[in-house]
């Protein structure tokens, strides 16, 4: 492989193979456009584990499984998309030649195949050390217009699947006795979100199981860390939208690149802390609007859907009076 792109260089006396191995090395990080504090960023104590993570084909799942290829031993993946987890495998491969893949591609909307995956682990004798539950839908839109199908859907992933694949992997974790899970959630589990109803609903179930598996689990070895992200440019917003035109708004200044997120949750991972939000923007502004009373976010939402031309609410003291009662 020669130097080439924005990494050429020019010499007048040949390079050091040293130099060459480094050129090389930039080249490589350049394709799979890793920034530069991935380059040093330790993760020596992840080395040698098997990993296992869900959503593995696209945006932060396919991060994870990026950042740790270089020092696991094993790493198992799932998702939906065999030609993107097809892709993924030599792409891991070439960052760490020693890596042992496994994929499999199926849809955690299905109970049956989550069961037949998890007896599959067990039976190949696989013992995970560090489960990342990635996977996850969203819906943005009011919930009086949603499509059922795709809400249920979101609920099985989002809640039933992480839920199920935790409690699989578990006894596992206890027998080996250490073990680590790294719960994706979000920001939007911290509060209401209107047109994101049901999706900041199952992000608060999964931020609050998490920090209650983690109480369970202190005398067990086992760490639970929650990953609670904010905006994160990735395919997720797109998939969210119920139309094609439909256009979500990620504002600038609390937007963390998908590496940096990644990157923050390994660091969090390692040193045995409960949750991540990612980005110090974000943080900031969590924390104050938390502080805010909830009658003063109930003004903001009904400001915010009258913008989005939602009907404003129209209720009388005699509405009682007008209903049918059965009494």
């Given at each position: ?8 260089l020019h010499?007048?006396?040949?390079p ?5 191995e480094l050129?090389?090395?930039l080249?490589l ?5 890793l ?16 990993v296992?993570?869900?959503?593995a084909s ?5 991060e994870?499984?990026r ?13 939906r998309r ?5 892709a993924l495998?030599l792409?891991?491969?070439v960052?760490?030649?020693?890596l042992e893949?496994?994929?499999r591609?199926f849809?955690?909307?299905n109970h049956?195949d989550?069961a037949?995956f998890c ?5 190949s004798g696989?013992a ?5 539950n990635?996977a996850?839908?969203g819906?943005?839109g009011?919930?009086?217009?949603s499509d059922?199908?795709?809400?249920s859907?979101m ?5 039933e699947?992480?839920t199920?694949?935790t ?13 680590a899970?790294?719960n994706v959630?979000?920001v ?6 209107p047109?994101?109803?049901v999706?900041?609903a ?5 931020t609050?199981?998490s920090?209650?598996?983690r109480?369970?689990l ?8 929650a ?8 395919e997720f917003?797109s ?11 990620r ?8 590496q940096?997120?990644v990157?923050e ?6 040193r045995?802390?409960?949750?991540l ?6 943080r ?15 003004l903001i939402?009904?400001v ?12 009388r003291?005699?509405l ?5 009662s059965h009494?």
């Amino acid at each position: 492989m020669s130097p080439k792109g924005p990494f050429a260089l020019h010499f007048r006396d040949p390079p050091q193979p040293e130099l060459l191995e480094l050129l090389e090395l930039l080249e490589l990080l350049e394709l799979l456009q890793l920034p530069a504090y991935v380059i040093g960023m330790s993760t020596s104590y992840f080395a040698g584990c098997t990993v296992l993570v869900t959503g593995a084909s696209a945006g932060i799942g396919r991060e994870f499984a990026r950042q740790l290829a270089s020092v696991v031993g094993t790493m198992i993946l799932v998702a939906r998309r065999s030609e993107r987890l097809e892709a993924l495998e030599l792409e891991l491969k070439v960052i760490n030649p020693d890596l042992e893949v496994f994929y499999r591609a199926f849809d955690l909307r299905n109970h049956d195949d989550l069961a037949k995956f998890c007896n599959w682990l067990e039976e190949s004798g696989l013992a995970v050390d560090l489960l990342i539950n990635n996977a996850g839908l969203g819906d943005r839109g009011r919930f009086i217009d949603s499509d059922w199908d795709k809400v249920s859907a979101m609920l099985r992933v989002n809640i039933e699947a992480l839920t199920y694949l935790t409690y699989r992997i578990l006894p596992s974790m206890r027998k080996s006795g250490c073990g680590a899970i790294l719960n994706v959630s979000s920001v939007v589990g911290f509060l209401p979100v209107p047109s994101f109803a049901v999706y900041a609903a199952s992000k608060a179930y999964v931020t609050s199981f998490s920090e209650a598996l983690r109480a369970e689990l202190r005398s067990s070895n086992i760490s639970v860390t929650a990953l609670c992200p904010g905006p994160v440019p990735t395919e997720f917003h797109s998939v969210a939208a119920r139309t094609d035109v439909e256009q979500i708004s990620r504002p600038d200044f609390i937007t963390v690149p998908v590496q940096r997120v990644v990157h923050e949750a390994l660091t969090s991972v390692a040193r045995d802390r409960p949750r991540l939000i990612p980005g110090i923007a974000l943080r900031m502004l969590l924390t104050l609007v938390l502080f805010i009373p909830m009658f003063i976010k109930r003004l903001i939402y009904d400001v915010q859907l009258r913008r989005e031309g939602a009907p404003r609410a129209n209720l009388r003291p005699d509405l009682g009076a007008k209903m049918p009662s059965h009494i």
